[in-house]
């Protein structure tokens, strides 16, 4: 059964180079930004400055705090992009979007040239799907930046593991705040993600987002990113277009546990659940 948590272990706000989030039992929605056409959802691509553009725009309006912004699909079977062509995908759409929309952006990528020339052309987070642990430089680049981190869980062989997931996704996070602190980045601009659907089993996934607010003891933020992913489609049997009500009930999951953010396709309707479920957290007793 999921409890309440209490609001003891949340760092205050989440640093942004130059933008601060307030943490304070508000959950933050972060809107997904995808100029991959390998995306797996349709509903969340974008071609084109633009028209990525545009769809920040929507996404600002419909209450996101953050804007994701990835050029390099990492579902799985993926093709890995040059750096020069993931380059040439987001650097332009980072230029638009920190002009024109007033709420951070993060850049979502794994490769130092691309993390360098993004948060060059002005990002302001750094979104890595291997928790600063494939690629030590993205921690200095981040540093050099005063960019925040948002570091994913992600590490070969987990899906043959049979002990408690929770247990040693938090030793791999152990080793991603020494990097991180390593490199001079506090823990008020890093935020941890289980990474969902990363060589994951069913169970595992579920397990994790069932417990994700057991990290808290690790006194950093929280993201949970399981927008209309497999975890959803094996339970409901539906392709991802209709995974809406599924990824909800995610995000009140979340809500309960005090997670701080949730990535998430669908900005208003995760927003608006979001809300509800704080207003009812807020009137159960603490366990």
Known sequence: MLHPVSSATHPPALQCRGHTLLLAGRMHVVGILNVSPESFFDGAKSSGAESALERAKSLVAEGASLIDVG????????????PEEETARVV????????????PISIDTYKAPVAEAALKAGAHVLNDIFGLQRDPSLAELAARHGAAV????????FSAFDGDPVARVRNFF??????????????????????IGFGKTQAQNLDLIARLGELRDLRCALLLAASRKSVIGNILNLPPQERLEGTLATTAAAVWQGVDFVRVHDVAA?????????????????S
């Open 270 to 286: 995760n927003l608006r659940i979001a809300r509800m479920a704080e207003a009812l957290r807020a009137r159960t007793p603490l």
């Open 150 to 157: 948002i570091a994913m869980h992600q590490e070969k062989e």
């Open 92 to 103: 332009p759409v980072i230029e638009a979007l920190t002009k024109e929309v007033a709420v």
């Open 174 to 195: 152990r080793k991603t705040l020494r990097v991180a602190n390593a490199a001079g980045i506090p823990t008020d601009r890093l935020v941890l993600d289980p990474g």
């Open 71 to 82: 050029g390099q699909s990492t579902r799985p079977g993926y093709v890995e992009l040059s």
